[in-house]
């Protein structure tokens, strides 16, 4: 079992940046991908960014493409999300999550972090 825990969230200004971690343990080995995911208020959870265990490539949905970049620390075994040119459509709860798939879907993954509230309001 995989154990995800978020960090970082808060409140910034749009135009502002901010940086996610998700630390990992347990049974670290058992996933081939993580990603984030987020929520807004009153909307469906949907996807954000993804990474692959095994060669590190990422993916990015288009309302973040540009702005956000999503990296891997493997000796920490922790995902970060760098979010730079914050807008207020980017409030929501943001979620880590696994999944032994190659890719992420959110019906796919497997294990989820409690999430991080991020607020980007003047």
């Known amino acids: 079992q995989v154990q995800l825990v978020e960090s970082g969230g808060g409140l910034v200004q749009p135009g502002g940046s901010l940086r996610l971690s998700c630390a990992a343990s347990g049974s670290t080995l058992d996933y081939s991908a993580i990603g984030w995911f987020r929520q807004a208020p009153g909307k469906i959870r949907e996807g954000v960014s993804c990474i692959t265990v095994s060669d590190g490539s990422t993916d990015y949905e288009d309302p973040v493409k540009g702005r956000f970049t999503i990296s891997r620390d493997v000796a920490k075994d922790t995902v970060y999300l760098q979010m730079n040119s914050l807008k207020p459509e980017d409030t929501a709860v943001y979620y880590c999550?696994?999944?032994?798939?190659?890719?992420?879907?959110?019906?796919?993954?497997?294990?989820w972090g409690r999430g991080t509230l991020v607020t980007v309001s003047s």
């Open positions: 999550a696994t999944t032994t798939r190659a890719y992420c879907t959110l019906s796919g993954m497997d294990h």
